[in-house]
């Protein structure tokens, strides 16, 4: 048998040299210099790095030319577990309720509304119709007006996260002309309806100002100018619509800004100036402010309140205090209740508590599962709304009372090929890291898939800017399960799965401790018989795939298959391009190796890309995407080009690039389960060694 030639790219090495320190960087070249040109029109590329990309997706597409019967059983599987026609549940909002649907065989939704209680449907956009002819749509967001008779939408084009924003009038059904131009998706109307705001999108990605306009158009006003390019902005309305909120925040430092509703043209004014490592989340209620914040040490976070006109902090009071392991993920108000979602042990509980001061909670009683406060629709209501999974049990909808602690269901996901939970076990494991902390680790298996090292095993982890990976339903993940696979959620360090200390623990100079806990929970997998040493697939994406390259080259001997899906591998590069959209930005969570030696020799020790080493390295699918403005492209190119000569295994180092597309991958739906299928069919081939029997 005669195995597919695999690309061999040049070498032409660029020595950089930063704070006293030397690199050489072969693949230098594989970067665009026009790479924000190209994000918004991806024909620009250079040539050969055009023609480079070109010959590796056809040298992955060669090697994985055996599974291409499993990705097409897997995707009509996939396919299967979805319901076509499916809809959302609607929204309530004054006299009209607002919904999704999706038509069968269409990949993108309809966006709707019908009167409240029932009535004719209108809809108010078809993102099928807008995806018409173009390579890639995704409509980021939506809003209505606050007097319904304007429609809003930002469609990204091109998976570069470029959006404009479109505005429609329904009382006509007719666009209206001149759409906002470059904004990050971002945007909200005031609560009178007479404007709308926005936020900018600059050249080099990030936000960085809040316009407004007359929501029909005209003049363009600036809002904000945030000096600190290290700052993510965005716009909102406050719940009980009485202000125009503009948010302000890194990964450690926040504030906000507020414009009253009865005076939308003035200039915003600064609710609690910023302070380096406080952040404050805000919203507002008749009865003032409120604040979820970390001050004063409040790791895990508490609520504060504050008068309307003193929203500083010296007015601030406790309204929910500090409950150290118990992490106040974030909170919603309406006019008689407090209700906010808790993290702790990777679960999830949802308080309630009413204006008299009782309080009730709603949990689930499973070892692992995901309760999702998703809010009221409403501000003068009762009722909000929460759903409920678990990695056996399909989503459930449900209304909940407040005041009378009635819940109603209104919906269960729909499993149009069947599904059965009680064929499934779900455990939640605890694995001791290399310090002692214990890393949960949320296992799904068939009850028949038996726990003796046999089985083959998926591990997925993420463990980055305080993000937990939720023990969630997914019905792709059922295409493995179904197939004797074990698949397996690390909730490391680095995400917030048990309280935002979880996270603090593993970011600058303890980043490592994010490796260290998947790989302790690979090995605790091993240890209770769950998975064998070089039968486990390792995946993650964007900072996962940072994860992925460092415990590639930590442990290779672990993994049958690594996953990396937009990986964030090249560390040190990246992050001394102050040009790139988030790397100002990410400071606060990486360090900064422009200006600081001890945060660049602790990057540079576990860089993926800078610690690629001549070893034994497993079967290697690095993923991205040609228009991807968060992890560029360039990163698993480079990734591929420097593993592929130094592994000795002689396992395949495969890349998959996706000339039309960002970040997110494929825009629909069954375009994004196919990509889903195709990852999945490389780690059956990876552990079956699919390579030495084509």
């Not at 504060?304 to 929910?320: F, H, K, N, S, Y």
């Not at 993000?467 to 690390?490: E, H, K, N, Q």
């Not at 996953?563 to 930005?585: A, E, H, K, R």
């Not at 130094?646 to 597309?661: C, D, R």
Request: proline share 7%.
């Amino acid at each position: 048998m005669t195995l597919p030639t695999p690309p061999v790219a040049k070498k032409i090495p660029v020595t950089i040299e930063q704070l006293g320190r030397t690199r050489t960087d072969d693949y230098h070249w594989m970067k665009d210099d026009n790479w924000q040109a190209v994000l918004r029109d991806p024909t620009l590329i250079k040539a050969d790095v055009r023609d480079h990309l070109i010959a590796e997706n056809a040298y992955r597409e060669a090697m994985l030319a055996s599974t291409l019967p499993l990705q097409t059983q897997m995707f009509e599987e996939m396919k299967g577990r979805i319901k076509e026609d499916d809809s959302s549940v609607p929204s309530p909002d004054g006299p009209w309720e607002y919904y999704s649907r999706f038509e069968t065989g269409m990949q993108h939704p309809l966006f709707c509304r019908r009167p409240r209680g029932g009535g004719a449907e209108t809809i108010l956009l078809d993102a099928n119709a807008l995806a018409e002819g173009k390579a890639y749509s995704e409509v980021a967001s939506v809003e209505h007006s606050p007097d319904h008779t304007l429609f809003a939408y930002a469609e990204d084009a091109q998976g570069s996260e470029v959006h404009q924003i479109y505005t429609r009038d329904l009382n006509t059904g007719e666009l209206l002309p001149d759409p906002i131009q470059s904004s990050n998706g971002n945007f909200t109307f005031s609560p009178c309806s007479c404007y709308i705001f926005w936020t900018n999108r600059d050249d080099n990605g990030r936000p960085d100002k809040i316009y407004r306009r007359p929501a029909r158009g005209g003049e363009t006003v600036l809002v904000y100018d945030e000096a600190d390019e290290g700052m993510f902005l965005g716009v909102g309305r406050s719940s009980d619509d009485a202000f125009v909120v503009i948010s302000v925040q890194n990964q450690e430092t926040s504030e906000a800004w507020a414009i009253p509703n009865g005076a939308p043209t003035a200039m915003p004014t600064v609710l609690a100036p910023r302070r380096v490592g406080i952040r404050y989340d805000a919203d507002h209620w008749p009865d003032g402010w409120v604040f979820r914040t970390n001050d004063n040490d409040a790791v895990d976070f508490k609520l504060m309140q504050a008068p309307t006109g003193q929203p500083a902090r010296i007015a601030w009071r406790e309204l929910v205090p500090h409950r150290p392991g118990r992490f106040i993920e974030g909170f919603d108000l309406t006019s008689a209740h407090l209700a906010w979602q808790e993290r702790a042990e990777a679960n999830t509980t949802i308080i309630i508590r009413d204006k008299a001061g009782d309080e009730h909670a709603i949990a689930a009683d499973e070892p692992a599962y995901a309760l999702s406060l998703a809010g009221a629709s409403e501000f003068d209501t009762t009722v909000t709304r929460y759903t409920y999974n678990s990695p056996s049990t399909p989503t459930s909808t449900y209304d909940y009372d407040m005041g009378s602690k009635a819940r109603t269901l209104m919906k269960v996901q729909e499993i149009p090929s069947g599904h059965d939970p009680a064929g499934y076990v779900v455990e939640r494991l605890n694995a001791p890291a290399p310090d002692g902390q214990l890393v949960p680790v949320t296992v799904l298996r068939r009850k028949t898939t038996p726990v003796d090292g046999s089985a083959p095993l998926l591990l997925y982890g993420y463990g980055s800017y305080g993000i937990p990976m939720a023990a969630s339903f997914s019905t792709g993940r059922l295409s493995l399960v179904d197939r004797g696979w074990i698949y397996a959620i690390a909730h490391i360090r680095g995400g917030s799965d048990k309280g935002w200390g979880w996270f603090l623990d593993a970011r600058k100079m303890t980043k490592k401790n994010t490796f260290t806990d998947f790989i302790a929970s690979a090995e605790h997998l091993i240890a209770n018989r769950y998975a064998s040493a070089g039968r486990i697939v390792a995946q993650g994406g964007s900072a996962g795939g940072l994860l992925m390259g460092a415990v590639n080259n930590m442990r290779p001997d672990l993994w049958a298959g690594v996953i990396g899906q937009v990986p964030f591998v090249d560390v040190i590069n990246t992050m001394s391009d102050t040009s790139l959209p988030l790397t100002p930005p990410e400071w606060p969570e990486w360090g900064n190796p422009i200006e600081d030696p001890a945060a660049y020799d602790y990057m540079m020790s576990y860089s993926p890309y800078d610690q690629v080493e001549a070893k034994p390295y497993p079967a290697i699918l690095a993923t991205g995407g040609l228009s991807d403005p968060r992890v560029t492209y360039w990163e698993p190119q480079k990734w591929v080009a420097k593993l592929r000569p130094a592994t000795t295994s002689g396992n395949p180092v495969l890349l998959k690039i996706n000339m039309q597309a960002g970040h997110g991958g494929a825009s629909g739906r069954f375009d994004y389960l196919k990509e889903v299928a195709h990852d999945y069919a490389f780690a059956v081939w990876a552990v079956d060694r699919g390579w030495e029997t084509a």
